[in-house]
């Protein structure tokens, strides 16, 4: 026998709930396959004056309350019209807590999103970077694929997001939009902060991420090594472009300043450090924390170098650095004629100028993460951990320290009486 799908809307009054003037509160109830919910209308009637589910009489009364009646079980319709376009399970539970949601605030999950991304827009430059915009932007985005691909509409209220929702997303950005583990989780970050603004706005009592645990993955930081660094360095280049690019690239390595940070230096960023040398002072774009770097010769030697050039003359800057684009385009050329396989970022400069020129040397990690400007010293941790060259200088002294002090003492065994 085939089982067919039934529901059904429709009122009664709570009698029990009879007042001294014999009203009586009036609900809604939602029937699908034999479970309901029941939903107060917040309506109150005289129980004379109600029969057969709706307002007796033609009186104005009696017509504006079935007018409402009718209003409320088309948009009870309506709710189910879209789950099933959804091909979503319906229930009495969810047609409620959707009526519900939509009856406190109208807030949809893209609106939100989007009054974020447009206040940050307003703070680029003061609270917020560029890049960080682009990055919610880009959210946003795969927000909305996520939502037409999963749920066929454009849009779905704050109160419909579940744990399924996030952990859907989640399959969504590695599978169809082929992220990485660590990106999708980043992506997912940025959704939880707009559902955390939601929340905190009294927008909706619903968290989806309630119960959503994020592991991201360790990453291994990618760095030049000393013979690396070297080649690019020494490298005769005769094309001026890549000439230009070779040197902010290795200024990087040798401040750790990213290219954002190294594109808006100008002179007054220079100042005299307390060891009456030349010291960098800026406040990192990404996390707007004071970073203090003293000049080490071969950076200063390149700042020197470009004092004359136009775009330095004519912008006021330190470096004639040019879009992002063209020079990360530019950089894949530098490592191809420099021999260097690793691809050239200036996430790969900074990174070798806390591991390379500065951990593998012996400069303290607390001194690293102070000039990189990290908030955290366990983020500089990261970088402490990839430096095996620097635990096998280390060990290979303590090797030749113990096995001398063996000696001595074989030495003055040898020389008692």
Known sequence: MEHKNTFAVAFYQRVDKLDDKKTAPIFMRVTVNGKRA??????RIHTDRWEGGKAKGTGQEAKELNLYLDSL???????????????????????KKLYQGKGKDDKTVIQVFEYHNQQMYQLIGKDFSLGTFKR???????????????????????????????TN?????????????????????????????????????????????KRFKEVERGFLTNEELLAIEQKSITIPRLAVIRDIFVFSCYTGLSYAEVAKLSPSNIVLGIDGEKW?????????????????????????????????????????????????????ELGDICGVTKVLTY??????????????????IESVSAMLGHRSIKTTQIYAKVVEQKVGTDMAALRQKLMGEAATVTTNQKHQP
Request: aromatic fraction near 10%.
């Open 347 to 364: 996430h790969l400069a900074r990174h070798t100028f806390a591991t390379t020129v500065t951990l593998t040397n012996g400069v303290p």
């Open 280 to 332: 960098i002072h800026i406040r990192r774009t990404k996390t707007d924390v004071k970073s203090t770097v003293p000049l080490l010769p071969k950076a200063l030697g390149i700042i020197e170098k470009y004092k004359e050039h136009p775009i330095v003359q004519d912008k006021g800057k330190l470096l004639p650095v040019m879009t992002n684009q063209r020079m990360n385009s530019y950089l894949k």
């Open 38 to 43: 029941d939903i107060s209308i917040s309506r």
């Open 169 to 213: 997303l989640e399959y969504f950005l590695k599978k169809t939009k082929n992220c990485e583990h660590n990106s999708a989780l980043k992506y997912i970050s940025n959704f939880q902060k707009i559902i955390n603004l939601a929340l905190k706005n009294e927008w909706t009592d619903n968290d989806p991420f309630k119960h959503f645990q």
């Open 136 to 166: 919610y932007k880009t959210s946003l985005n795969h927000i909305r694929e996520f939502i037409v691909h999963q749920y066929k509409v454009k849009d779905m209220y704050l109160c419909e997001l579940n744990y399924e929702f996030i």
């Open 73 to 95: 079980k088309n948009k009870v319709y309506e709710i189910q019209r879209n789950l099933i376009d959804r091909k979503e399970l319906v229930t009495p539970d969810k047609i």
